[in-house]
C-alpha cells in the first residue's frame, strides 16, 4: 500500500509564528485531505488538495503530485491551532478505496 | 444539513460482549467508510462501501462486520468485543472514492 510520511512530528511554536508541515507519500494518488484533529478529538477538514495550491485565511496547501509531496502553511499562528495535522491520500476508484493516513504532525502553539 | 452523525457517541463494553455503530449521512453520497484511530496514529480503513447493498474490506477488517442496507446508513458490528478493539471509530462519506471525504465526530469505544 501507499506509505505516507509527515514531518516535523512534533512541533512547539510561539504565538504569532509561522510554520510548514510537510507530507510526502509513495505513490501517486487522486487525493489527498490535510485534516486538523483539535484537542477534543475532532477532525476538521482543512483542504482537499489532490494538486495545486489553495488559500482559506492564515492557512493555505501546495501538492506537487508529479513530486508527491504536500506542505500546510499556516501563518501568524493562534493558540487555536494547537492540535494534529494529519495528511491522508487515496487512490480511489481502482480497487484500493479509503484514505491513508500519515503519523501526523503534532502542534503546540505557546501563547 | 447534518452531514456524518455516528451514534453512540461514547460506549464502554466487556470482552466478549457485542455492539453495533451506525454511521448515517445526509449528503446521498455513494461511498461510506469505517476507520479506526489508536493512541498517537492516524486512522485505518477497516470497512467501506462502493453503494447500498456492498461492503468491501479495508486494512484492519478481523474482528468486524459491516452492513449498508440503505445508501444513508452504514452499520459497523462487534460480534464479540476484545480489549484490542478499544479505540475511536470515525465514519465518513464521499460521493466518487476520490472525492472529498466527509467525517463524523467519532465513536469512542473502551472495552475491558
Known amino acids: 500500500g501507499i506509505q505516507v510520511e509527515q514531518s516535523p512530528p512534533d512541533l512547539i511554536l510561539q504565538e504569532g509564528a509561522n510554520s510548514t508541515l510537510r507530507c510526502n507519500f509513495s505513490?501517486?494518488?487522486?487525493?489527498l485531505q490535510w485534516f486538523h484533529q483539535n484537542p477534543w478529538g475532532q477532525l476538521i477538514n482543512l483542504f482537499y488538495?489532490?494538486?495545486g495550491t489553495k488559500q482559506n485565511g492564515r492557512l493555505s496547501a501546495t501538492t506537487v503530485a508529479t513530486e508527491r509531496y504536500s506542505l500546510l502553511y499556516i501563518s501568524s499562528s493562534q493558540t487555536t491551532d494547537s492540535g494534529v495535522y494529519f495528511c491522508a491520500v487515496g487512490r480511489g476508484g481502482g480497487g484500493a478505496d479509503g484514505l491513508t493516513f500519515g503519523k501526523g504532525t503534532h502542534l503546540i502553539i505557546q501563547p | 444539513n447534518a452531514g456524518v452523525t455516528q451514534t453512540p457517541k461514547f460506549r464502554v463494553l466487556k470482552t466478549g460482549q457485542s455492539m453495533t455503530l451506525l454511521c448515517a449521512q445526509d449528503m446521498n453520497h455513494e461511498y461510506m467508510y469505517w476507520y479506526r484511530q489508536d493512541p498517537g496514529m492516524g486512522l485505518r480503513l477497516i470497512h467501506y462501501s462502493v453503494g447500498e447493498g456492498t461492503t468491501a474490506k479495508g486494512e484492519v477488517p478481523d474482528g468486524y462486520n459491516v452492513s449498508r442496507l440503505k445508501k444513508q446508513n452504514f452499520l459497523l458490528g462487534l460480534e464479540s468485543a476484545a480489549p484490542s478493539q478499544t479505540s475511536v471509530y470515525f465514519c465518513a462519506s464521499s460521493y466518487m472514492p476520490w472525492d472529498e471525504q466527509f467525517f463524523g465526530p467519532g465513536t469512542r469505544l473502551t472495552v475491558l
Open positions: 505513490d501517486s494518488v487522486n487525493n
Open positions: 488538495i489532490p494538486s
